[in-house]
């Protein structure tokens, strides 16, 4: 088993930042891809951004240019830089990470509130 461990959410005013942190503990092989989920009440489960192992990164149009996501791989630890956030990026976040054939993970959730 995987456990990962998220921190970093809380209230911010618009414009503000946060840092998302998550890191994975446990049955540790090659996590390839790492990534930043959210949800909103009353909508799906979308994806943030998503980080190769080898540093490739993908974004979904709504956070380009304002999130940045990043990882290191020696702590098995994936980041979210989120700046000049809005109120329409308030969600619980979740962390997921993919070990392939071994399977993929979800952290808990963390809330990030944007008040206007």
């Known amino acids: 088993q995987v456990q990962l461990v998220e921190s970093g959410g809380g209230l911010v005013q618009a414009g503000g930042s946060l840092r998302l942190s998550c890191a994975a503990s446990?049955?540790?092989?090659?996590?390839?891809?790492m990534g930043w989920y959210r949800q909103a009440p009353g909508k799906q489960r979308e994806l943030v951004a998503i980080i190769a192992r080898v540093g490739t990164t993908n974004y979904a149009d709504s956070v380009k240019g304002r999130f940045t996501i990043s990882r290191d791989n020696a702590k098995n630890t994936v980041y979210l830089q989120m700046n000049s956030l809005k109120p329409e990026d308030t969600a619980v976040y979740y962390c997921?990470?993919?070990?392939?054939?071994?399977?993929?993970?979800w952290g808990q959730g963390t809330q990030v509130t944007v008040s206007s």
């Open positions: 446990g049955s540790i092989f090659s996590i390839n891809l």
């Open positions: 997921n990470v993919d070990q392939g054939s071994r399977g993929a993970y």
